[in-house]
């Protein structure tokens, strides 16, 4: 479905290998995403660790990362499964970005944001790291899409589903990831949708106050 509104996503993947294939979806994303008016725009993970001693004067690059967060719609996460659990880059950008840095803002650039999970690893696709990262979003409030669930199997019987550079091949995947980004973007919209809604609504509340 076609709105006439193209939403931005950032997209945060989890490793910094040149031929990650999280990176490989993201690109996937990106190119399936104009359909659904997505602009799907991945962010630079290569940070700093976390040291509440450098805040003292906030490292660019997670200042570039908090802007592109703050003018985002909503944010696509493509999760590497790491000793079971989220990868310490993909971490370490989350509590960077769960700062509240920028001026003017009261809440960091996650806060009440639509996320959608995908990923690419092992036997079980990642899907015990990306139970880890819903736990992580909920004390961020972000609004996760339940279904459809994308875990991808990097290594199967016949061969693998991404090529030497870790771009995705397979076209089975492509369409759940296709399936995916269509629900996501109709998520995305709806929550929009009610956000406008509610302020509109606290908006005339607020200037019948000043009326009467
Ligand atoms: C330190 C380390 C731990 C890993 N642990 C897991 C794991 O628990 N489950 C899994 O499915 N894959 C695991 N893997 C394999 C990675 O998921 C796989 O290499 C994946 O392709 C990494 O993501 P990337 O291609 O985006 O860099 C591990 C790899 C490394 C290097």
């Known amino acids: 479905m076609r709105c006439g509104q193209v939403l931005k996503v950032a997209a945060m993947g989890s490793t910094l290998r040149s031929a990650s294939v999280n990176q490989g ?95 690419a690893g092992g036997g079980m696709g990642t899907s015990r790291a990306q139970y880890h990262l819903r736990q992580v979003c909920v004390f961020l409030d972000m609004h996760l899409l339940n279904k459809p669930e994308l875990f991808v199997q990097r290594w199967t019987g016949a061969g693998e589903r991404f090529d030497e550079l870790g771009n995705l091949t397979d076209e089975t995947t492509l369409a759940k990831l296709d399936t995916m980004l269509d629900a996501f973007a109709q998520w995305i919209r709806l929550l929009k949708a009610g956000t406008e809604a509610r302020d509109k609504a606290r908006c005339s509340v607020e200037c019948e106050k000043t009326v009467n």
């Open 25 to 119: 979806l993201i690109r996937a994303a990106s190119g399936l995403g104009a359909k659904y008016e997505l602009e799907i725009v991945a962010i630079d993970l290569n940070l700093p660790l976390f040291n509440a001693d450098l805040e003292k004067e906030v490292p660019a690059s997670v200042l570039e990362m908090h802007k592109i967060l703050d003018e985002a719609d909503a944010v696509l996460f493509a999760v590497a499964e790491y000793n079971y659990s989220i990868s310490s880059v993909l971490k370490n950008a989350i509590d960077w970005a769960s700062r509240t840095y920028l001026e003017g803002r009261k809440s960091h650039p996650l806060f009440s944001k639509p996320a959608a999970l995908m990923g």
